[in-house]
């Protein structure tokens, strides 16, 4: 039986938090089953997948405490700098897409967050992913194929495990012993809280599934000089990212596809890149007639470093978001971003520059499922309603 949890916050959560902080809770702890925050950030309400005894509720409490504090505390709001906004362009539909992709089988749900999509899903994925590779002949990006798996030593290199716990998405097989193998092939089954296996089955994790494409690239760079000083790169890829309670149709899925635009080098060679690939990219969604906005944005740090990197990112503009109109509820959803990394990757990977100082990095990035539920979420399933443009090269 479930069961509500009232909160009052140590801190009124200002309105700016109210989502990043919502987001936080789904790891609180595993009796969450969801979050709300009141409009006014003064009262927390969680819903508990089963009733809990008066001491797991107080820690449960402490808990959500200490993330609000750590998050809101001192908090000062950061100035959004819009670049491009695109939001009184038309729309034609209202509705939740996914009631229609369901009901047609266009969408099917394998585990929370990981779906398999139908025929006109994966046309459009393909269609956003050809206006993604005309930007990338923009700049003559040479192509890459990076693995599903990435290192987990590699990216303890890059500092992900302190910045991103949360999201990760571990990879492992049985240990290399008779035993083991032949008692998990005899007693593994599913059951309701996952497969049965005991965690001693299982080897040390050195291999993670890939949170972003970038990364396989400037691992490929590490522990040299860059050749000729200036790179720039293009890739698509399964991208895994863990969110919990989070994980709700497709705006937000465990497994997902990117197509990046990967810049490498200079300073200024990056900057300017990033900059071009943004006012490129204005003109191929005007031709779509994307309802959208750009601005300045950050990354889902978690708790113990989100004030402090969300502070830096937003001082230095290192990023900026794609933010498509969602009509049916008022709202947008972040669908790229167009992403300026200094010179931290060169620093932490040894990869140097001509005169032996450190290469910077950037990356032009885009969902495809989100962008593909945002266009549908603007435009509906009426193909005479789709642009011109769409509705030719779907022909």
């Given at each position: 039986m479930s069961e509500q949890l009232e909160i009052t916050p140590v801190v009124t959560i200002p309105d700016h938090l109210v989502g990043q902080i919502r987001s936080k809770l789904a790891y609180v702890d595993e009796l969450i089953a969801q979050a709300e925050i009141s409009e006014d950030g003064s009262l927390i309400t969680l819903a508990l997948h089963r009733k809990a005894s008066e001491d797991k509720k107080a820690n449960i409490a402490g808990k959500i405490q200490h993330v609000v504090e750590e998050m809101a505390r001192g908090a000062i709001q950061p100035k959004v700098e819009v670049l491009e906004d695109h939001s009184a362009r038309p729309t034609y539909y209202d509705r939740d897409p996914m009631e229609v992709l369901r009901a047609s089988a266009e969408v099917y749900e394998e585990e929370t967050g990981v779906f398999v999509f139908g025929p006109l899903v994966t046309r459009l994925?393909?269609?956003?992913?050809?206006?993604?590779?005309?930007?990338?002949?923009?700049?003559?990006?040479?192509?890459?194929?990076?693995?599903?798996?990435?290192?987990a030593k590699m990216l303890d290199r890059v500092d992900y495990f302190s910045a991103f716990p949360h999201s990760l998405t571990f990879a492992t097989h049985l240990r290399e012993d008779l035993d083991v193998i032949n008692h998990f092939a005899h007693e593994a089954h599913y059951t309701e809280d996952g497969l049965n296996a005991p965690a001693e089955s299982f080897s040390r994790f050195k291999m993670l599934n890939s949170p972003a494409v970038c990364y396989h690239l400037y691992f490929s760079l590490a522990d040299h000089p860059?050749?000729?000083?200036?790179?720039?790169?293009?890739?698509?890829?399964?991208?895994?990212?863990y969110e919990s309670t989070n994980l709700t149709s497709m705006e937000r899925l465990w497994n997902f596809t990117m197509r990046e635009v990967i810049f490498v080098g200079p300073k200024d060679f990056v900057l300017e890149n990033r900059e071009k690939s943004r006012q490129l990219m204005e003109k191929i969604f005007e031709d779509i007639g994307l309802v959208y906005h750009v601005e300045t944005a950050n990354d889902p740090f978690f708790v113990g470093e989100f004030r402090k990197q969300v502070a830096f990112q937003t001082a230095f503009?290192?990023?900026?978001?794609?933010?498509?109109?969602?009509?049916?509820?008022?709202?947008?959803?972040?669908?790229?971003?167009?992403?300026y990394h200094q010179d931290f990757f060169g620093r932490h990977l040894g990869i140097t520059l001509p005169d032996g100082g450190p290469i910077h990095t950037g990356c032009t990035a885009f969902g495809l499922e989100r962008i593909v539920y945002a266009f549908l979420s603007q435009f509906g399933f009426d193909q005479s309603k789709w642009p011109q443009v769409v509705r030719d090269w779907i022909k």
């Open positions: 994925m393909d269609f956003f992913e050809s206006r993604f590779l005309m930007l990338a002949d923009e700049f003559e990006a040479k192509p890459y194929r990076f693995p599903t798996l990435i290192s860059l050749p000729d000083g200036k790179l720039i790169a293009t890739a698509v890829g399964h991208c895994f990212r503009q290192l990023k900026y978001e794609i933010r498509a109109k969602l009509p049916f509820k008022n709202s947008t959803l972040a669908v790229g971003s167009y992403n």
